[in-house]
């Protein structure tokens, strides 16, 4: 995970937006993602963004992509207890014909009622 | 739909003994890896693999043997266990298609404890 970097942890209150940051390396990393782990459970996609794309929404989901400054943030509205987890950004590199996902530390949410 | 199982879900061993934790798919997906999770760590890649009988290292495989002999199972051995590798495991796999926009898909994880 040393190329994707990651605050290690977020708190907020039940119905405030959340906004978890990560920036990346790789300039040439086409696809980014965003994984959530709730409590002993292995990572779950939550959504991905291509490079070509500024912004992508997906209900209470909204991903922003700024390229020059090689950035990603993963922004939750209206967030619920439900959501606390740790969230995962990762980039996808190419290596020798395959494609590996570089994760970095997970940023732990917490959300108080 | 079954999915991706890995077994044990926790482990106890003692220091130098050989241990394997054990993955399985349902899909056919081509791709494998193996995982580690440590605080402070985040998720570590061990070993992947692009179809069967083909294994790569990822960034820390020391202390770790792989093999793939059936495109569903990718077990992981740690020939003489260390307390160093007491850590969660995770297996993923992919399909070489989807992996683009579905990205992997997770196992539940194996708790491994080396005492």
């Known amino acids: 995970g040393e190329d994707v970097e990651q605050s290690l942890f977020l708190s907020v209150r039940e119905g405030d937006s959340s906004v978890i940051n990560c920036t990346y390396t790789d300039s040439s990393s086409t696809y980014l993602y965003w994984y959530k782990q709730e409590p002993g459970a292995g990572l779950q996609l939550l959504t991905y963004?291509?490079?070509?794309?500024d912004m992508k929404q997906d209900q209470r989901l909204t991903v922003l992509l700024n390229k020059k400054d090689k950035h990603l943030s993963l922004r939750i509205a209206d967030t619920q207890t439900g959501d606390s987890a740790i969230y995962f950004c990762a980039e996808l590199k190419a290596s020798g014909g395959s494609y590996i996902p570089t994760f970095g530390r997970g940023t732990s949410l917490i959300v108080h009622p | 739909d079954a999915g991706i199982t890995q077994s044990p879900r926790y482990k106890i061993t003692e220091t130098g003994r050989q241990v394997t934790l054990m993955c399985h798919q349902t899909w056919s997906h081509s791709y494998m890896f193996w995982y580690r999770q440590d605080l402070g760590h985040g998720l570590r890649l061990i070993y992947y693999s692009a179809a069967a009988d083909i294994t790569d290292k990822g960034e820390v495989p020391d202390g770790y043997v792989v093999s793939r002999s059936k495109t569903e199972n990718f077990p992981l051995t740690l020939e003489s266990a260390t307390r160093s590798q007491t850590s969660v495991y995770f297996c993923?796999?992919?399909?070489?298609?989807?992996?683009?926009?579905?990205?992997?898909?997770f196992g539940s994880g194996t708790r491994l404890t080396v005492v």
């Open positions: 963004i291509f490079s070509n794309m």
């Open positions: 993923a796999s992919s399909d070489e298609r989807r992996l683009l926009v579905k990205g992997y898909t």
